[in-house]
């Protein structure tokens, strides 16, 4: 069921007024940016794509509380709003703070950003959405270290917005659907919804399941209702803590590489999100690609030797870590390097041997629970960068990876792209996350990228390799190909849409749901 | 939409066009499914059929069938009951038993998944896993006739390092009211083989409403398996009374919060353990001189970390972790490994009245869980258990049969759980004897209009449960 855009119903100037006079009386004149207002610029993609088109909304409006959010929803449902939930608006690399469509009144939670509660004992927190990473580890600083942030490498989003797009983080809480425990929600027509007990149990952040359906996954990627608290399971400070790093010069290596590496990951023995870079991917953190090649086209040949010897790295490069008491630190790299001997190549390394390596240093934050902002560092790789990024999920088996890593590298080559890739592991399953850095002012190259993801798009999906994020310019071709037996997942969630949100008044378009386009009956 | 109604053999007809005369039936006289079809129920709400689809192509067409007679769609894994649905539709019609939906379609010994029909039972799953000699543990249920997929749905647990059952699901197949066949997560991406790999797919993840729900039913899902670990390290610790139950619950908590106990901690008092052997034949249990709370538990995994985590454990406990010996230790040493105790096909094994509640995994919780309790329900003997998970613990309240013959043990029960509510506590699950009316009872506003939202999508006849109307905003209205 393959949806596609229409554009917002623009509302006429009469009515555009009655709704931004209902909305200053709700909110306070301070808190409604209408045309005109430079706020509005703050809502859009800082790394737009020029195929994508104006994006631009109508309004903004910054309620402090649920009760103005339940407003908002009221006016917005009068007057046939098109209304777009942000909590940080830091969705880099997908779309960042701009809405699907232009024409939308914009609904900024910027200003709810209270820890309403860190429970120390239990482990977690419970935030809103305008809450950082960079906020909540500084909270947990403040109480003492003992419980960690588990953080993208975009510190300045939050926990809430970062689950709501189904994002990940580096430590052993790293994927951040699985360490989320309470939601509260309005709905369209302002119920507010609590997920747990719904009875404000003491267990509502501890136990993940309701006495009933669990629910909270149909806030994951949608448009179903405007999410504003969330528990997030913290991860207790552990004894000790060792990052490391895996080299491998061979490309031709990773099948070897990554098949070595399964067993360990299965049995838990690779904690947290081991992340398995590129040579330009880990070199951009600490060099630009200037220093290496003049002119366009991916690096060659000769540059990545250079890079490789300069940096000490492979063309392989795992940043990982180890978590626990001294002892149990010393069984982890003994099981690796047991591993690794199958591995031609293979090289381990730790900090005292890293100090130069702009990467490590980043990756060995985040892996150790504290926010870095150094990941933005490697947008210098091209100069005044951006990038947009492209994930694809593979079984955990090197061949699959192999042939996925070569057809990754032969598309961003073809339109003139540095292979920035980089696989995550997960126990089963290998993330596969490829970054077009392109100059962020240049139209030639955001159309590059465009037409990069559309041909990785097309390519993967043939080869049964699902994307499981997606830039609001790819949402609805990336839910077209999760089409199996007659679009069924598709209708089942357009038939929620269409009875939740009956009008159609949240995200227009967010992830493929648009309003009214159930057909009500299977085919 | 209904046409007049069918008498018992036009209805069975009916059916067995689509599944065969063989697998059309009435309700065996005293099947009651796991409780589903208990004394609770009224009699003109009894299903008119058992039918037993043997793929979820038959389901997909028995599923319209069912709508357009105006009957309700009733569906249990097998006779079992387990994960029988809950919010059941409030009209009479058709059991759909998917027992004969028995494929196991996958085990996969590198990716240490399973891809397994809904009838599929832990006992099958453990035999084909068994006899092909792969090197994976299960953790099923006590029952090895429920089905694995029923077990998710009541969201039942085990001891091992993957005994949150609906944490281990990764991708489920269902059919709707409608007779739509869905996959949920990757497997919804034709040709991937993620689908019991990695858990989301793109857009909103629906995998949560088949548990614990009728929005549709299962027909298959995949299932993470643990790697057989290294070394395993089972021990138990006899507790003379509550108040050092209460002590090591503290002790423990900080181990299992980070980890350092892989799996879930038992603690099982006399009677549990007593009426599990007594179950399983054994009346070893009853002797005198046992203690009044057993703790069981194991470690998991590399030999030298089990060693280093066994280290820790000895420091909490005041005793280095032994393993137990006795009729009950056997089987709860089986349980640690994951396997099942006995093989119950009928289910009257659940027929009793039980609930869990949920509390903080702390030794104070604990106490006041058990004082509230027993204060509302001593006269009946109440069975407890205790289970210990990374950042709660569970009180599981079991009536004996016996016992609740006189007196208003389902009142009595009910009174404790709203004591225990009202205290901030949480409820787990419940017995089906109790579920219809814990859930009109304790199901807040908010999420019951959400519910009904669901409900009116995905099953707009009502067939599948009963819902109240949804009329948008009617919850905040009525606040």
Redesign the interface.
Known sequence: MKASASPAQPIDAANGKRALDALRTALGKDWVFAAGDQALDAYRDDYALAPHGDTRPWAAVAPGNLKQIQKVLEIARRYKLALWPLSTGRNLGYGGAAARQAGALMLDLKRMKRIIEVNERAAYAVVEPGVSYLDLAARLRKLGGRLWVDSTGSPWGGPLGNFLERGVGYTPYGQHSDTQCGLQVVLADGTVVDTASGIKARTDNLYRYSHGAWVDGLFNQSNFGIVTRIGVQLMPAPAGYRPYLVTVDAEENLQALLDALRPLSLEGLLPGRPTLMTLPRAAAYGATRAQYQTGAGPLRAQAHSRLMAEQARGYWNLYGAFYGAEALLDVHVRELQNALRAVPGARLHFADTRADDAAFKCRAALMGGAPSMDEYKTLDWVGAGAHLDFTAVLPFDGDVAQSASEAARELCHAHGFDDCAEFQLEPRALRLEIRLIFEREVVAQQRAAHAAVSALAARFVSLGHGSPRAHLAFMDDTAASYRWSDDALAHASAAIKDVLDAQGVLAPGKSALWPGRHSGRRK | MTTPPLDTAQLHARLATVVGADHVSAVPSGACYGGLLGAHLSADLHPRAVVRPASAEQLQRLAPMIAELGHGLWSSGNATGNGAQ??HPRKAGVLVDLGRMNRIIDVDR????AVIEAGVTYAELAAHVRERDLPLWLDADTNGAHTVAGSIAS?YTGLTPYGDH??AV?GIEAV?A???????G?????????G??????????????????H?GVVTRLGL?LM?APRKFMPFALALPDLASMARTIDRL??LM???GLGGHVLIAAHSSDAALLARLGNDAGRSSGAPPWTLYGALY??P??VE?HGQRLALALDSAPAAGQGAAWDARLRQLRGEALYNDADGHDACALSFTL?????GADVQALHHAVLTRLAEFAPRLSVQLAR??LTLTVELPDESVADGDAAGAALAAIKDL?GA??????SSPALAAE??AR??????R???D??H???DPYAMLATRGK?T?????RKR
């Open positions: 809950r919010g590198r990716g240490a998944f969201r609906q944490a990764c709707l409608n007779g739509a066949l869905l996959r949920t990757m497997g919804a991406l034709p040709g991937s083989d993620c019991a790999r990695y858990k989301y797919g793109f857009g909103p993840a629906l995998d949560g409403l088949f548990s614990r729900a929005f993470w790697p908590q900080p919060l980070d980890g995994g590399v030298e970390m280093h949920l509390a903080p995994a702390s950042r709660y509510l901030g506590y949480g409820l787990h699950s814990l859930t304790h199901t807040p506003a908010g999420l209009h959400l519910y939202g669901l009116t999508a995905l949804f948008p905003d009617k919850a905040r």
